[in-house]
């Protein structure tokens, strides 16, 4: 176990929903990042959070959005569901900013399904 | 996008034979390359990293190899059991930013 929990583990939306996912990082770890998993895919980087402020986005629209809290908790947000959205969401938290020997620990995710 | 293809490449191998998964990166400025193991229904697992400034590194019952020459990476498994069995996939990062790069992922069944 990582000790990264995600909640919840499972969802269904209908296009045009918002949605929020939840991620609760290990303890001491100042940095999140999110990732979306599409089926048979790697990962692809949405964003990361250091210390409660966004510190680099991937190639993702304004309307995925994200929050850091105090307590190593984090949100995912996501407006305006579109049927492409539907995918394994996963985060992941590290000690520091997550780059050389910085390993990151991801939880088990959570599975959007957009209809 | 950064992954192709909706059906990973499959490697199958006998229980207790060796295993050997490859990876093409795409930057040839990465830094640090990372191989994650992720099982059905699970997170990816890390399993073994490496530096650019290496060309070989072990663990245990794995080892990493890294060609920077031709940006190729892979990972070997020494007496690959059943519960070696899982999606592996490669990432990498190139210091000037905090993301995992992450490849395509190669499934590994294992038989008995």
């Known amino acids: 176990e990582t000790g990264v929990t995600q909640s919840p583990t499972h969802l269904i939306k209908t296009r045009g929903q918002q949605v929020t996912l939840r991620c609760s990082s290990q303890?001491?770890?100042?940095?999140v990042s999110w990732y979306q998993q599409a089926l048979g895919q790697g990962p692809q980087f949405i964003f990361q959070?250091?210390?409660?402020?966004?510190?680099g986005r991937g190639n993702f629209p304004p309307r995925f959005s994200g929050l850091q809290f105090p307590n190593y908790s984090s949100e995912l947000n996501v407006n305006a569901l579109e049927l492409d959205d539907s995918a394994l969401y996963l985060c992941?938290?590290?000690?520091?900013?997550?780059?050389?020997?910085?390993?990151?620990?991801f939880g088990p995710g959570t599975r959007l399904l957009v209809l | 996008g950064e992954n192709v293809g909706l059906h990973l490449p499959t490697l199958s191998v006998q229980e207790g034979d060796n295993s050997i998964i490859n990876c093409a990166y795409s930057?040839?400025?990465?830094?640090?390359f990372i191989w994650y193991k992720q099982e059905s229904g699970k997170g990816p697992q890390f399993i073994i990293d490496?530096?650019?400034?290496?060309d070989k590194r072990q663990g245990q019952r794995v080892t990493v190899l890294l060609n920077k020459t031709v940006k190729h990476l892979s990972l070997q498994i020494a007496a690959t059991q059943p519960g070696d069995s899982a999606v592996y996939f490669c990432?990498?990062?190139?210091?000037?930013?905090?993301?995992?790069?992450f490849g395509t992922g190669t499934r590994l069944q294992v038989f008995p």
């Open positions: 992941a938290s590290s000690l520091g900013l997550a780059g050389i020997e910085e390993t990151q620990y």
């Open positions: 303890s001491g770890h100042n940095t």
């Open positions: 959070y250091y210390r409660e402020e966004e510190n």
């Open positions: 930057n040839s400025a990465s830094d640090y």
């Open positions: 490496i530096r650019s400034n290496m």
């Open positions: 990432a990498e990062i190139h210091y000037n930013t905090d993301k995992l790069i």
